[in-house]
């Protein structure tokens, strides 16, 4: 375990977050869990502002508990699984006296946990950076393995795969030296899960690689 996996353990330890049950959700790749976290924090600004801005009626705050409940379980949030368990009991059983303190109570739960996914956003950063560092991936020549994991990658983003952040990797230093001014908008396409723009990118660049096949 180098350090940065040990500051992450230490956080989750302290927070009651099950990172290494997550991981096994996204197969262990790291990469995945956080952009995962990233997605999660902006769910979680929404459901803040949709909660603030409620008429107070309850089956808007259902749909966000039970949406909430399977995002945090599969992210190791296990607190928050149990508070939003608790809260839709409460929910269900709650007056409309009752309901102006139920709302005080998500309003809390919901920013605690995008601040406690906030401060672990650095920590996954740092072990990826630390992961990445040691990770050497060879510059491949435009052959026909190299086209096979070009097809693949255009395949996963046009389904949504978040795969594509592995396939990717294993091409990025060739596409760097076939079309450098595409390749830094692509990464972040991406590294983000914006794949309708990555395969517009990666469309755009293959009659490149066509050509220097020839």
Not at 26 to 35: A, D, H, Q, T, V
Not at 72 to 94: C, D, I, P, Y
Not at 129 to 150: C, D, G, H, T
Request: charged share 15%; aromatic share 8%; net charge negative.
């Amino acid at each position: 375990m180098n350090i940065s996996e040990r500051h992450i353990t230490l956080f989750c330890i302290q927070h009651q977050l099950d990172y290494q049950q997550a991981l096994t959700h996204f197969s262990g790749n790291k990469s995945l869990y956080f952009n995962a976290v990233q997605l999660f924090i902006n769910d979680l600004t929404l459901y803040i502002q949709q909660t603030m801005a409620s008429p107070f009626i309850p089956i808007d705050f259902a749909l966000v508990l039970h949406t909430l409940k399977s995002s945090a379980a599969t992210l190791g949030f296990t607190e928050l699984v149990l508070s939003a368990q608790s809260l839709e009991a409460k929910l269900a059983r709650s007056s409309l006296a009752e309901f102006s303190q139920f709302h005080e109570i998500l309003l809390a739960t919901l920013s605690a946990n995008k601040e406690l996914a906030i401060m672990l956003i650095p920590l996954l950063e740092k072990d990826l950076q630390a992961s990445n560092s040691q990770k050497k991936m060879p510059i491949l020549a435009v052959n026909n393995e190299f086209i096979m994991i070009y097809d693949t990658l255009m395949e996963e983003v046009s389904h949504y795969n978040m795969n594509a952040i592995n396939t990717f990797a294993q091409i990025a230093k060739t596409l760097n030296l076939i079309a450098p001014q595409h390749i830094e908008l692509l990464t972040q396409s991406i590294n983000q899960l914006r794949f309708q723009q990555a395969e517009n990118i990666l469309t755009e660049i293959y009659p490149r690689i066509l050509d220097i096949r020839k």
